[in-house]
C-alpha cells in the first residue's frame, strides 16, 4: 500500500530571471514498510522535492501536481494543518541536522515545546519517552539537560534523530542525513534508521543521498533525479545490478571499485555539467551529456516507461509504446 503518491509534481523557486525549475513533473510512491532512496547529483532537486512536502516558503512555490500523503494532498494543507501533521505523521531530519537543533534551548525543552505543541500535557511522560529514546540511540539520559552546543557533532545528530521521531511519524525523510560523516557514523546512522524501522517508531523512510554507494545499504527502492525529472525508479538491487536509464549507468560506473583503495582508484565523474533548471531545454535533460543521445532525443522529452519487474526508467532507447 501506498504511504505517499507524488503525481507531476512541479516544485520552482521564483527569481527575477524567471522560474528555476528544480522539481518538474516527477511521479512516484513511497509504499508503507519501505525505505525509498532518492539519490542524484548535486543540484538536481532532492532537497527541494523533500522539503515542499513539509514547508514551501518563498522562493519556493508550487506550480503543479500532487503529494497524496495519507489521503490528503500535501499541497493544499493551510499552514496550520502543515503544523498538526509535522513530527506526528511527516517528519524530516534536514541535511544540516548537526546544526537544525535550537542552540538556546536544552534536549529536553526542545522536545518539551514540541510535544506540548502537540497537544501532550504530561511533561514526565514526555521526558520518560525522551529518555527511552536517547537509550535507543545509544545516548547517555543526561543529554536531556544539556545544550546542543555541548555535544559533539555525532551526539548531536543522534539527537536530532531522537526529536525528528519522538512523536511517531508515518514517514520520516532523512536529507543527506549521513553526508557528512565518517564511514564509521555513517553505519550507526543507517543501523539507527533500520531500528526505528522494526520497532515500529516509523513505517516508511525516504532516504535522500548524493551517494549512491550508501543506497544498497538501506533503500528497498531508488529514484535517480537528474536536472529536476526522474531517470529511473527501481528495486535498488536491481539498480545496481542491471541500471536501464544511460545516467544512472555513468553513476554506477563513477563510483569507486569495491575493493581497491580509494587512493589508488581515479574518479571518473560524469564529464560536462547538468543544464541550468532556469530555462531548461525541451527534449532529454541528459541530452547534453549523454554519449547515446539521437536528434529526436533534443525535441522529446522521454516519458517514464516500466522496463522490468517494478522497474521504471525515461530514454528514447528504452522500451515503451513510442519505440
Ligand atoms: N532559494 C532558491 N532560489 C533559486 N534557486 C534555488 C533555490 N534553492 C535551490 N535552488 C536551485 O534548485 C535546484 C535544486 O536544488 P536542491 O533541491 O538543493 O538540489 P539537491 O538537494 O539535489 O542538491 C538547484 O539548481 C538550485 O540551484
Ligand atoms: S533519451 Fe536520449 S539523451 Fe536522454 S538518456 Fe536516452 S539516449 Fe540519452
Ligand atoms: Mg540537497
Same mark, same amino acid.
Given at each position: 500500500?501506498?504511504?505517499?503518491?507524488?503525481?507531476?509534481?512541479?516544485?520552482?523557486?521564483?527569481?527575477?530571471?524567471?522560474?528555476?525549475?528544480?522539481?518538474?513533473?516527477?511521479?512516484?510512491?513511497?509504499?508503507?514498510?519501505?525505505?525509498?532512496?532518492?539519490?542524484?547529483?548535486?543540484?538536481?532537486?532532492?532537497?527541494?522535492?523533500?522539503?515542499?512536502?513539509? %514547508?514551501?516558503?518563498?522562493?519556493?512555490?508550487?506550480?503543479?501536481?500532487?503529494? !497524496? #500523503?495519507?489521503?490528503? $494532498? =500535501?499541497?493544499? @494543507?493551510?499552514?496550520?494543518?502543515?503544523?498538526?501533521?509535522?513530527?506526528?505523521?511527516?517528519?524530516?531530519?534536514?541535511?544540516?541536522?548537526?546544526?537544525?537543533?535550537?542552540?538556546?534551548?536544552?534536549?529536553?525543552?526542545?522536545?518539551?515545546?514540541?510535544?506540548?505543541?502537540?497537544?501532550?500535557?504530561?511533561?514526565?511522560?514526555?521526558?520518560?519517552?525522551?529518555?527511552?529514546?536517547?537509550?535507543?540511540?545509544?545516548?547517555?539520559?543526561?543529554?536531556?539537560?544539556?545544550?546542543?552546543?555541548?555535544?559533539?557533532?555525532?551526539?548531536?545528530?543522534?539527537?536530532?534523530?531522537?526529536?525528528?521521531?519522538?512523536?511517531?511519524?508515518?514517514?520520516?525523510?532523512?536529507?543527506?542525513?549521513?553526508?557528512?560523516?565518517?564511514?564509521?557514523?555513517?553505519?550507526?546512522?543507517?543501523?539507527? %534508521?533500520?531500528?526505528?524501522?522494526?520497532?515500529?517508531?516509523?513505517?516508511?523512510? !525516504? #532516504?535522500?543521498?548524493? $551517494? =549512491?554507494?550508501? @543506497?544498497?545499504?538501506?533503500?528497498?527502492?531508488?529514484?535517480?533525479?537528474?536536472?529536476?525529472?526522474?531517470?529511473?525508479?527501481?528495486?535498488?538491487?536491481?539498480?545496481?545490478?542491471?541500471?536501464?536509464?544511460?545516467?544512472?549507468?555513468?553513476?554506477?560506473?563513477?563510483?569507486?571499485?569495491?575493493?581497491?583503495?580509494?587512493?589508488?582508484?581515479?574518479?571518473?565523474?560524469?564529464?560536462?555539467?547538468?543544464?541550468?533548471?532556469?530555462?531548461?531545454?525541451?527534449?532529454?535533460?541528459?541530452?547534453?551529456?549523454?554519449?547515446?543521445?539521437?536528434?529526436?532525443?533534443?525535441?522529446?522529452?522521454?516519458?517514464?516507461?516500466?522496463?522490468?519487474?517494478?522497474?521504471?526508467?525515461?530514454?528514447?532507447?528504452?522500451?515503451?509504446?513510442?519505440?
Amino acid at each position: 500500500m501506498s504511504l505517499l503518491e507524488i503525481r507531476d509534481l512541479k516544485i520552482y523557486y521564483r527569481t527575477p530571471r524567471g522560474p528555476v525549475k528544480a522539481v518538474d513533473g516527477v511521479s512516484f510512491d513511497v509504499r508503507e514498510g519501505e525505505v525509498f532512496g532518492i539519490a542524484g547529483e548535486s543540484g538536481c532537486g532532492k532537497s527541494t522535492l523533500v522539503h515542499s512536502l513539509i %514547508l514551501r516558503k518563498p522562493p519556493m512555490f508550487h506550480a503543479g501536481g500532487e503529494a !497524496i #500523503f495519507k489521503g490528503k $494532498d =500535501l499541497m493544499k @494543507l493551510s499552514e496550520e494543518e502543515a503544523r498538526k501533521i509535522r513530527y506526528t505523521e511527516l517528519s524530516i531530519i534536514p541535511q544540516y541536522a548537526m546544526n537544525a537543533l535550537n542552540p538556546t534551548k536544552k534536549i529536553k525543552d526542545i522536545v518539551w515545546d514540541l510535544a506540548r505543541e502537540h497537544g501532550y500535557e504530561d511533561r514526565s511522560e514526555v521526558e520518560g519517552l525522551l529518555r527511552e529514546r536517547l537509550a535507543m540511540v545509544k545516548l547517555s539520559p543526561k543529554v536531556a539537560d544539556m545544550y546542543p552546543v555541548e555535544l559533539s557533532g555525532g551526539m548531536r545528530q543522534r539527537a536530532t534523530m531522537v526529536v525528528s521521531t519522538l512523536l511517531n511519524p508515518d514517514l520520516l525523510i532523512a536529507d543527506e542525513v549521513t553526508s557528512a560523516l565518517d564511514v564509521t557514523t555513517q553505519r550507526v546512522v543507517i543501523e539507527l %534508521l533500520h531500528h526505528f524501522m522494526e520497532e515500529g517508531i516509523v513505517k516508511s523512510i !525516504i #532516504f535522500v543521498t548524493h $551517494d =549512491l554507494a550508501l @543506497l544498497d545499504k538501506i533503500a528497498d527502492r531508488t529514484m535517480i533525479l537528474y536536472a529536476g525529472k526522474v531517470a529511473e525508479i527501481a528495486p535498488t538491487e536491481e539498480m545496481i545490478s542491471s541500471p536501464a536509464h544511460p545516467y544512472t549507468k555513468l553513476l554506477l560506473e563513477s563510483l569507486p571499485k569495491i575493493g581497491v583503495r580509494y587512493k589508488e582508484t581515479k574518479l571518473n565523474g560524469i564529464p560536462g555539467y547538468p543544464i541550468s533548471l532556469l530555462n531548461p531545454p525541451k527534449g532529454c535533460r541528459f541530452y547534453t551529456r549523454c554519449p547515446y543521445v539521437m536528434d529526436r532525443c533534443r525535441e522529446e522529452e522521454p516519458p517514464l516507461v516500466e522496463v522490468g519487474d517494478d522497474h521504471y526508467a525515461a530514454c528514447h532507447l528504452l522500451g515503451g509504446e513510442n519505440q
